[in-house]
């Protein structure tokens, strides 16, 4: 139990949590090379845990508790790595990624809260980068698929091209299956904060409140239903590109602006042709707009709460989790105006089975295919920190697909 560890997965006792878990046993086993622990409040439950995913009697439980700082810096001091499916990140967050960033150790999660990232940045990227931690926030489905569907279509435009796309649209084409409760309650917790906070608002909706020291030209925004020529069907606002288009803009900002400086950027749903789709993506519009004003209400948040959204720890069965799937289309031009598309393709349910998967995927790209002369210390986005390498692995591995379509 003293001897050090590669990788502690810290929430194990959550429903992600113990996907993380399971897809590890099932992937690598315990007792090999990688060596492994699960890390949460309650050891009883943690042991439930290792029982139920089939894991040797001998993988490390770890008690931890993420309000107490000493606890989260002796987790840090125990691993190379730290995999945190533990959220709301900006309430349960901060102790366990300063540990890291102070100790040396890498660090991986799901956050999708742009402004707890945004206030983190500054913070941890001195230390992380005097100690060489890797910090990488948002490893599942924000925004794993956008931020790598980015980046694989720019690579292929720069080998094709010799120049990257300077427009880039992200179109979700089709998805199926439901967000986690752990992120319904990190959303509710930004509601909650931007209702409190004018400057977290402003945040919220800056495209580019990652790149501290950067600002870009203006982004498409819109939250209406808009017709997109270049798509070829209706679009309607998709919940989860505010968090999506900051991290791919701190990619490129990261890497040295390879897309250059006046990269335009956007992300919406794609609901088909005709009346029929702009029929909907009117729907989806309104539908997003109602949705606001009840989570801005506090009484309808806790109504909702307590009867509507799932709630941390809850989610969908094995059936439901594997039938699940998404498809991505990314359309690219250079200046002038030459075309190239990507698609990425989940096999799983995006909120659940195929985040297990990625973040999992995430955290030994980093321990074991990431130099640390390629990626120093410091606060990353996937695509910067791994990039092709990460690709790779979810191609192999995790059941994304990633190819360029005519």
Same mark, same amino acid.
């Given at each position: 139990?003293?001897?050090?560890?590669?990788?502690?997965?810290?929430?194990?006792?959550?429903?992600?949590?113990?996907?993380?878990?399971?897809?590890?046993?099932?992937?690598?086993?315990?007792?090999?090379?990688?060596?492994?622990?699960?890390?949460?409040?309650?050891?009883?439950?943690?042991?439930?845990?290792?029982?139920?995913?089939?894991?040797?009697?001998?993988? @490390?439980?770890?008690?931890?508790?993420?309000?107490?700082?000493?606890?989260?810096?002796?987790?840090?001091?125990?691993?190379?790595?730290?995999?945190?499916?533990?959220?709301? $990140?900006? +309430?349960?967050?901060?102790?366990?990624?300063?540990?890291?960033?102070?100790?040396?150790?890498?660090?991986?999660?799901?956050?999708?809260?742009?402004?707890?990232?945004?206030?983190?940045?500054?913070?941890?990227?001195? @230390?992380?980068?005097?100690?060489?931690?890797?910090?990488?926030?948002?490893?599942?489905?924000?925004? !794993?698929?956008?931020?790598?569907?980015?980046?694989?279509?720019?690579?292929?435009?720069?080998?094709?091209?010799?120049?990257?796309?300077?427009?880039?649209?992200? +179109?979700?084409?089709?998805?199926?299956?439901?967000?986690?409760?752990?992120?319904?309650?990190?959303?509710?917790?930004?509601?909650?904060?931007?209702?409190?906070?004018?400057?977290?608002?402003?945040?919220?909706?800056?495209?580019?409140?990652?790149?501290?020291?950067?600002?870009?030209?203006?982004?498409?925004?819109?939250?209406?239903?808009? $017709?997109?020529?270049?798509?070829?069907?209706?679009?309607?606002?998709?919940?989860?590109?505010?968090?999506?288009?900051?991290?791919? /803009?701190?990619?490129?900002?990261?890497?040295? /602006?390879?897309?250059?400086?006046?990269?335009?950027?956007?992300?919406?749903?794609?609901?088909?042709?005709?009346?029929?789709?702009?029929? %909907?993506?009117?729907?989806?519009?309104?539908?997003?707009?109602?949705?606001?004003?009840?989570?801005?209400?506090?009484?309808?948040?806790?109504?909702?709460?307590?009867?509507?959204?799932? %709630?941390?720890?809850?989610?969908?069965?094995?059936?439901? +989790?594997?039938?699940?799937?998404?498809?991505?289309?990314? !359309?690219?031009?250079?200046?002038?105006?030459?075309?190239?598309?990507?698609?990425?393709?989940?096999?799983?349910?995006?909120?659940?089975?195929?985040?297990?998967?990625?973040?999992?995927?995430?955290?030994?790209?980093?321990?074991?295919?990431?130099?640390?002369?390629?990626?120093?210390?410091?606060?990353?986005?996937?695509?910067?920190?791994?990039?092709?390498?990460?690709?790779?692995?979810?191609?192999?591995?995790?059941?994304?697909?990633?190819?360029?379509?005519?």
């Amino acid at each position: 139990m003293n001897q050090p560890l590669d990788l502690i997965v810290f929430g194990a006792t959550g429903f992600t949590g113990r996907l993380v878990a399971e897809y590890l046993q099932r992937t690598y086993g315990t007792g090999n090379t990688l060596r492994w622990a699960l890390a949460g409040r309650d050891p009883v439950r943690l042991a439930a845990v290792r029982d139920a995913i089939g894991a040797d009697p001998g993988l @490390p439980l770890l008690s931890a508790n993420a309000a107490d700082p000493d606890t989260m810096t002796g987790l840090a001091a125990r691993t190379r790595a730290v995999l945190s499916t533990v959220g709301p $990140y900006q +309430r349960h967050g901060e102790a366990l990624v300063a540990a890291c960033a102070a100790a040396g150790t890498d660090y991986v999660d799901l956050c999708g809260e742009p402004v707890w990232m945004a206030a983190m940045i500054p913070r941890l990227q001195a @230390p992380a980068s005097a100690s060489g931690a890797r910090i990488v926030f948002s490893c599942g489905f924000d925004s !794993i698929p956008f931020d790598l569907g980015v980046m694989f279509l720019q690579n292929q435009a720069m080998h094709r091209f010799g120049e990257p796309l300077v427009r880039v649209r992200g +179109r979700v084409c089709a998805i199926q299956g439901g967000l986690s409760g752990g992120t319904i309650a990190s959303a509710l917790a930004t509601v909650e904060q931007l209702r409190r906070d004018p400057a977290a608002a402003r945040t919220m909706a800056d495209p580019f409140a990652l790149t501290p020291g950067f600002r870009g030209p203006a982004q498409p925004d819109s939250a209406g239903a808009e $017709y997109d020529d270049a798509a070829g069907g209706w679009t309607a606002p998709f919940l989860m590109a505010p968090i999506n288009t900051k991290n791919v /803009h701190r990619t490129n900002a990261l890497r040295g /602006h390879p897309w250059g400086r006046d990269f335009v950027y956007d992300e919406r749903m794609l609901t088909g042709g005709g009346e029929s789709g702009k029929a %909907r993506a009117r729907r989806m519009a309104l539908t997003n707009r109602l949705q606001e004003r009840l989570l801005g209400f506090a009484p309808s948040r806790k109504l909702l709460q307590r009867f509507v959204l799932p %709630r941390p720890g809850m989610g969908p069965d094995a059936r439901e +989790r594997e039938s699940g799937s998404y498809e991505l289309l990314f !359309i690219g031009e250079t200046t002038d105006g030459t075309e190239l598309r990507a698609r990425v393709r989940g096999d799983a349910d995006p909120g659940y089975g195929s985040t297990s998967k990625m973040i999992s995927e995430s955290a030994l790209c980093l321990l074991q295919d990431v130099d640390r002369k390629e990626t120093a210390g410091g606060v990353w986005t996937p695509g910067a920190a791994m990039g092709t390498a990460l690709l790779r692995r979810l191609q192999a591995s995790a059941g994304l697909e990633f190819t360029i379509v005519a």
